[in-house]
Nanobody
Framework: QVQLVESGGGLVQPGGSLRLSCAAS????????MAWYRQAPGKQRELVARITRGGDTNYLDSVKGRFTISRDNAKNTVYLQMNSLKPEDTAVYYC???????????????WGQGSQVTVSS
């Protein structure tokens, strides 16, 4: 079994910064794409940023230039550095990963528990 554990959420003023982390643990052979999603109250979950194992990235248009996704393959961890935060970034942020387990022949998709990010003065 694989677990994704997030950390780093919280309350921040507009214009501030936060860094989210998500560490994968368990019976892991390899991790393919890792990503961050978010869901605001009354809205659908949306993809914020994705990173391949090789480091290729893509971002939601509204966060380009403000958010940076990165990963440490040796630590099975993905990060989301969020700068110049706006009230509209307020949401629960979820990490997501495609993981090939040590006893699996195909990858499975896993979710973190969610981290609340609130941007407010």
């Amino acid at each position: 079994q694989v677990q994704l554990v997030e950390s780093g959420g919280g309350l921040v003023q507009p214009g501030g910064s936060l860094r989210l982390s998500c560490a994968a643990s368990g019976s892991i052979f390899s991790i393919y794409d890792m990503a961050w999603y978010r869901q605001a109250p009354g809205k659908q979950r949306e993809l914020v940023a994705r990173i391949t194992r090789g480091g290729d990235t893509n971002y939601l248009d509204s966060v380009k230039g403000r958010f940076t996704i990165s990963r440490d393959n040796a630590k099975n961890t993905v990060y989301l550095q969020m700068n110049s935060l706006k009230p509209e970034d307020t949401a629960v942020y979820y990490c997501n990963a495609d993981v090939l387990g040590r006893t699996s022949w195909r990858s499975n998709n896993y979710w973190g528990q969610g981290s609340q990010v609130t941007v407010s003065s």
